[in-house]
């Protein structure tokens, strides 16, 4: 994140408390915590933060050698020498350092600040309270959702001078944390939006929730919640002192803001209002009782910003939903989108450009971007952060539209082109022009950009499958936090990531520092190595025909007898490499793949006689991790693999890894870890321990062609099945079995979710095509089908198949187009 204004090392170093050596006088404007987005080294001071299984030093080489020269660190790092031209600050810790600076940044602006927290519901209320202001306030905001111990202070970080609001979200997800994000939000106006079930898993109750989240208000003069819930305004009410104004919302109960009528009206809902002596109503453009409550909020907010309420009347209708999220597609010419145009400012620039350097690095990168909006810096100077912005990411295409964007187009690479606005754009636009690229489509709302990659994508089959790769990386975490700190982790992405995507998929991985890629085939990993992914990859099912090819490629085989090591050492002769790394299988009780118990002797000499490979790694599989009937089984598995290990790995002076555990087994045998572990399933939401735990990753969907009423008797579909009892709302919806929904699911046997409710397959599925049976819902054409999903887990439907639900992912075929989500 990069500041307005600029400070020294020196002035740095005092604020954090911290003992600097080197040179006083270096300027920053920019922090950084991440060493994997950067993009002016020689302006950013890096904060090595520690956690539990991270630690920042250890990118210190790798910020140093990409030109960064100052450092925050903790004084246990001693390495300082082997960085001649590096600045430290030493401090005892990192993140109270960062936090310290964020806080000092703050208290230079006298503007009035609001500080929103809740259960849900926080940055939708920011985003849509910005809307509302921005023309009035200028305000800095969080950018996406970065309410955490480190969001908040880098946030924070953008407060400038000509701005006149600030808008913080603060997130905490344990006791003691909100006082750290008070002291360097420092509101002077609270907004507490919910107050609900969410994240309650470190705290002892509600209440004890709520007690702590409302911390984050000691320094308001004014607050705005909702007075519904007693729990709420009981505890305010205690700890509010008398001189802080409290603005309540409340629905049929006396408040500073009472709630008289709430009326849906197609898509939209009008909700009448008194207020001191004011009746009067407004508007939105939704429907649902969340988006309803932080409409409300936000309209409760915008009065206690001593907004007209005239002009919020006005504005209300306009709110836009909040897509938080960057979408990433495929598109023509082989070319990957990546959608964010819901806002256009500096901060979600830099998130943008860098989720576009995560992507595939074989492909050439090209950005379409429209004009920004951000307060606090000229024109002039907020276009030239730009352009350094992208000529420090290396974008090997711009293109710029909008008439600021334009004006400044001399500040750019000279081969970049400029329009003044979108439909010029797309009056000239020639889809052959693009081809192999990452395209990172980033513009205002105003712009609207969706014309511009409905031009560039697939004309898309309404059938796709999406993938929310946050949710994934909350999987991720869960998981490493059953690990101990120095357990390895290879993640399994066989057969397409069990149906989520290869390269996308891996790309995340790599980014996110799994130890290890596990394939089936080799062919897998060919593909993950031609899109630039560089983490070692281990081949489950390698076959002899494909050696040379894994040679070449550095993909590392499951070796699982004596047949398949000699043909592979064969390989390697052929080859003239050395010290090749392989993978020993043991078969511990699966009888599956793997050496047997009698294998053993010979095995140890071949290897012990011959210098082409060496084991990183001895392995096996267990047969019934997930199922208790199974324990006894299991233990005695992990028994013998213990066992055996010892007497292969005791004949080489190496470190060979020890794996045993799959998914279900690292959430039930944490003893039996060794010094690796394959996760699978459970990345992708499934669990067969703890479901709770952990977040639905993908979701089928698609959406309603045709509905037509069908009388009684007639029949649906194909061989005449569906033989209807009554006067029957049919659906017809564009999946079939070649999409992946099984022809099992005929008849009934397959439910399907329309708006919240559960329609049955009616006559047998086709193969593009199944009808289903709205008498259950007002559907109307047009309208989500959901498959399987967020509410409808795919466990549902694997029972409805009598299968488990890795069949029902992995069968999701190739052409179902799968879009990923990422905030
Ligand atoms: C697929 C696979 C795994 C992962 O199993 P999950 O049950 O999906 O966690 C682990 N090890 C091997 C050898 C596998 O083939």
Request: with cysteine.
């Amino acid at each position: 994140m990069r500041s307005e204004q600029s400070y020294t090392l020196e002035s740095i170093s005092q604020i954090v408390d911290g003992n600097l050596i080197g040179n006083t006088d270096v300027k920053i404007q920019s922090i950084s915590i991440d060493s994997r987005s950067l993009y002016l080294p020689e302006e950013t001071v890096f904060f090595a933060i520690t956690g539990e299984r991270h630690d920042g030093h250890h990118y210190i080489a790798d910020l140093y050698q990409k030109g960064v020269r100052a450092f925050v660190i903790n004084s246990s790092f001693d390495r300082a020498e082997e960085f001649p031209e590096a600045n430290f600050i030493v401090v005892g810790n990192t993140l109270n350092a960062l936090q310290k600076l964020a806080a000092k940044h703050r208290s230079q602006f006298n503007y009035p600040v609001i500080g929103i927290t809740g259960s849900n519901g926080k940055t939708i209320v920011k985003e849509w309270l910005n809307q509302i202001v921005q023309t009035s306030f200028q305000p800095v905001r969080s950018p996406k959702s970065y309410n955490s111990q480190v969001g908040v202070p880098l946030s924070v970080w953008n407060l400038n001078s000509n701005a006149r609001l600030g808008i913080f979200e603060a997130g905490i997800s344990q006791a003691g944390e909100m006082e750290n994000l008070a002291k360097i939000i420092k509101p002077t106006i609270g907004v507490f939006t919910h107050l609900g079930e969410a994240h309650l898993e470190n705290f002892e109750d509600k209440q004890h929730l709520l007690n702590e989240k409302i911390k984050l208000f000691s320094t308001c003069e004014k607050v705005v919640y909702c007075s519904d819930d007693p729990m709420v305004v009981t505890t305010f009410v205690l700890s509010m002192e008398a001189k802080q104004e409290q603005y309540t919302w409340a629905r049929n109960k006396h408040a500073f803001f009472r709630i008289l009528k709430e009326s849906i009206e197609g898509n939209q809902t009008r909700i009448e209002y008194k207020t001191g002596r004011l009746v009067n109503e407004f508007v939105i453009p939704f429907t649902d009782r969340a988006s309803v409550d932080n409409a409300i909020t936000t309209y409760v907010t915008a009065l206690v910003l001593n907004l007209d309420y005239r002009f919020v009347n006005a504005e209300m209708p306009k709110l836009e939903p909040i897509a938080m999220r960057m979408e990433i597609k495929e598109g023509f010419g082989n070319c990957t989108l990546i959608n964010d145009y819901y806002n256009s400012d500096l901060g979600s620039l830099e998130i943008a450009v860098d989720l576009m350097n995560r992507q595939q690095t074989d492909k050439k990168k090209c950005i379409i971007l429209s004009d920004i909006y951000q307060s606090g810096y000229t024109e002039k100077r907020l276009y030239r952060a730009v352009a350094k912005l992208i000529s420090k990411n290396k974008i090997d295409r711009i293109i710029g539209i909008g008439e600021k964007l334009s004006k400044h187009a001399n500040m750019f690479d000279p081969h970049a082109v400029f329009y003044p606005n979108t439909n010029l754009f797309l009056s000239h636009f020639d889809r052959s022009k693009f081809k192999d690229e990452v395209i990172l489509i980033k513009g205002a709302r105003d712009f609207h950009f969706e014309r511009i990659s409905n031009a560039l994508q697939y004309k898309a089959h309404r059938t796709v499958l999406e993938v929310d790769l946050n949710a994934m990386i909350h999987n991720l975490n869960y998981f490493r936090s059953l690990l101990k700190p120095q357990t390895k982790l290879t993640v399994m992405v066989k057969a397409f990531s069990y149906g989520s995507g290869s390269v996308e998929i891996a790309n995340l991985l790599q980014y996110h520092r799994v130890d290890y890629l596990a394939v089936a085939i080799a062919d897998e990993g060919v593909e993950l190595r031609n899109a630039g992914v560089h983490v070692p990859i281990i081949v489950m099912n390698p076959e002899a025909h494909s050696f040379e090819t894994m040679i070449e490629y550095k993909l590392e085989p499951e070796i699982y007898n004596l047949k398949i090591l000699e043909e592979f050492q064969r390989a390697l002769k052929k080859n003239v490499v050395k010290n090749y790394p392989i993978h020993i299988k043991f078969d511990t009780g699966m009888h599956r793949m793997g050496f047997l118990q009698e294998d053993q002797e010979e095995l140890i000499s071949h290897l012990k006689n011959n210098d082409h490979f060496y084991i990183r790694s001895v392995f096996s599989h267990l047969a019934g991790a997930d199922e208790i009937q199974h324990d006894d089984y299991t233990k005695h598995q992990i028994e013998l693999f213990k066992q055996w290990s010892k007497q292969v790995c005791k004949h080489f002076t190496y470190p060979i890894d020890r794996h045993i555990l799959n998914s279900a087994g690292i959430e039930r045998f944490a003893d039996a870890q060794f010094e690796m572990v394959r996760l699978g399933i459970g990345l992708y939401g499934i669990s067969a321990v703890h479901q709770d735990k952990l977040m639905n990753v993908s979701t089928l969907k698609t959406t309603i062609s045709q509905i037509k009423t069908i009388t009684k008797e007639n029949t649906i579909g194909y061989g005449r099945k569906g033989v209807l009892q009554k006067d029957t709302r049919i659906g017809i919806i564009p999946i079939g079995y070649a999409d992946g929904f099984s022809r099992k699911l005929s008849n009934g046997v397959g439910k399907v979710m329309v708006n919240g409710k559960l329609c049955p397959v009616v006559g047998n599925v086709c193969m593009d095509m199944s009808m289903i049976d709205l008498s259950n819902t007002k559907a109307s054409e047009g309208d989500t089908v959901v498959i399987f999903g967020d509410n409808y887990p795919v466990s549902l439907m694997a029972q409805q198949l009598d299968t488990i639900p890795y069949e029902i992912l992995t069968t999701v075929s190739r052409r179902v187009k799968r879009i990923y989500l990422q905030e």
